[in-house]
């Protein structure tokens, strides 16, 4: 399990960036790149980490399931993933 205080950092970033949202749109939409510079660094979406929904880790993560890979296993191996499966050859 990762960190709390990187939990939370990471939903903190996350309510930044949604609330600048639609104010960074219309700056780079204008092609003001000095009003973008004044906003908090924590309003771009890039500073968002992807993070495990079990775990919060952030290393090995898989977009399409939202999990890290030891996670993935865990679950698949269990059975509690639909429509994935042991291969074997």
Known sequence: MAKTSWLE???RKQK???KYAALRAEL???GDY???TMLPRDASPTR???RCLVSGRRRAF???????RI????L???GLIPGVTKSSW
């Open 9 to 11: 950092r990471n939903k």
């Open 16 to 18: 930044t960036v949604e």
């Open 28 to 30: 780079k939409a204008k």
């Open 34 to 36: 000095v009003g973008l």
């Open 48 to 50: 968002l980490v992807n």
């Open 62 to 68: 898989m977009r399409r399931f939202k999990l890290s």
């Open 71 to 74: 996670t993935f296993r865990e």
């Open 76 to 78: 698949a191996s269990s």
